[in-house]
């Protein structure tokens, strides 16, 4: 069972990537709910192989993206990311 939910979520996630690719590389936004224990370290690691730029540069646009600045994140809230995505070659 639990290599099929590690399964699953890689599945799920490389799809995720997938729907966030432009090929014109510009920014797509999603949305993530906090769930316990999440940072914002933390959800930029789960989506940082569909980002272009640097890792600490995602995590500051995380940040300034849903003003943060100063702010503790909270179960439920809701979170923009946003996803630089490489032009496709």
Same mark, same amino acid.
Not at 17 to 24: T, V, W
Not at 36 to 49: K, L, N, S
Not at 55 to 73: H, P, S, T
């Given at each position: *069972?639990?290599?099929? !939910?590690? /399964? &699953?979520?890689?599945? &799920?996630?490389?799809? *995720?990537?997938? *729907? %966030?690719?432009? =090929?014109?590389?510009?920014?797509? +936004?999603?949305? $993530?709910?906090?769930?316990?224990? +999440?940072?914002?370290? %933390?959800?930029?690691? @789960? $989506?940082? +192989?569909? @980002? ?8 500051? *646009?995380?940040?300034? #993206?849903?003003? !943060?600045? /100063?702010? $503790?994140?909270?179960?439920? +809230? @809701? &979170?923009?990311? =946003? &996803?630089?995505?490489? %032009?496709? #070659?």
């Amino acid at each position: *069972m639990k290599h099929f !939910l590690i /399964g &699953l979520f890689t599945t &799920l996630a490389v799809g *995720m990537c997938a *729907m %966030a690719m432009n =090929p014109e590389g510009e920014v797509t +936004d999603i949305t $993530y709910t906090v769930q316990t224990g +999440d940072t914002v370290w %933390a959800i930029a690691e @789960q $989506y940082a +192989d569909c @980002q272009a730029k640097p890792f600490n540069e995602f995590v500051w *646009m995380i940040g300034d #993206r849903n003003n !943060l600045a /100063g702010k $503790y994140i909270r179960p439920g +809230d @809701q &979170l923009i990311i =946003p &996803l630089w995505t490489r %032009a496709k #070659r």
